[in-house]
């Protein structure tokens, strides 16, 4: 079956504990990016990469980091998470623009992250 | 810059009723258009899409029509049901960039 895999799906951390959400997909996507999903703000996307050691800040990077060694795996990092970071994230992945500009996301099932 | 506007909820209707939750957009060039559903608890997924002017897409009852006139892509359905309570978001992308509406709730009650 197509799809994002996104682990854990539920995580409650403390101030300052580095952790990494992994999220993989099995499609062959090129593009992968990370969003955070927040009551009244809608989804802001953090990073994104178009390919291999290919990523980019998206409108919310701070705080976060995020590597692409292999063309399905797209983990985030939150180095040194803090209570603002408390969200539900989605990873999600698509062919890149061009030829693959009719595509549409595929999103993973989401992590809730809470920081206390 | 692009950027898509879709109406506020929430959204309550009585089943079989009549569902239209707009949305408009902005772009330069011709964006491909999607609507996306999320239901409780889970990730957004795709239900339809329309990638050129006049293009309809259709799911699951669900219909919307690409109006380059208008830059509007309008998601319609004839008779909602209790399990068509979701959150609805209307997307529009042009080469890497994707932009989301803010979302429209919709709760339908028996």
């Known amino acids: 079956e197509a799809q994002v895999t996104q682990n854990p799906r539920y995580l409650i951390t403390v101030t300052g504990k580095k952790l990494t959400v992994t999220c993989s997909q099995n499609?062959?996507?090129?593009?992968m990016s990370w969003y955070r999903q927040d009551p009244g703000l809608g989804l802001r996307q953090i990073y994104y990469?178009?390919?291999?050691?290919?990523?980019d800040k998206g409108d919310v990077p701070e705080g976060y980091k995020v590597s692409r060694k292999e063309k399905r795996n797209f983990p985030l990092i939150l180095e040194s998470p803090s209570p603002n970071q408390t969200s539900l994230y989605f990873c999600?992945?698509?062919?890149?623009?061009?030829?693959?500009?009719?595509?549409?996301?595929?999103f993973g099932s989401g992590t809730r992250l809470t920081v206390v | 810059g692009d950027s898509v506007t879709q109406m506020e909820g929430p959204v309550t209707l009585s089943e079989e009723a009549f569902l239209t939750i707009n949305c408009t957009y902005t772009?330069?060039?011709?964006?491909?258009l999607f609507w996306y559903v999320q239901y409780p608890g889970e990730g957004l997924q795709l239900l339809l899409k329309?990638?050129?002017?006049?293009d309809k897409g259709s799911n699951k009852g669900f219909e919307a029509t690409y109006r380059k006139e208008t830059t509007s892509f309008h998601l319609e359905k004839g008779s909602v049901q209790v399990s068509d309570s979701a959150v609805y978001f209307c997307?529009?992308?042009?080469?890497?960039?994707?932009?989301f509406g803010t979302g429209t709730s919709l709760t339908v009650i028996p």
């Open positions: 999600a992945s698509s062919f890149n623009g061009g030829q693959g500009a009719n595509y549409g996301y595929t």
């Open positions: 499609m062959n996507h090129e593009y």
């Open positions: 990469s178009m390919n291999v050691e290919v990523t």
């Open positions: 772009a330069t060039g011709y964006p491909s």
């Open positions: 329309a990638t050129k002017a006049d």
């Open positions: 997307a529009l992308r042009r080469g890497n960039q994707f932009y």
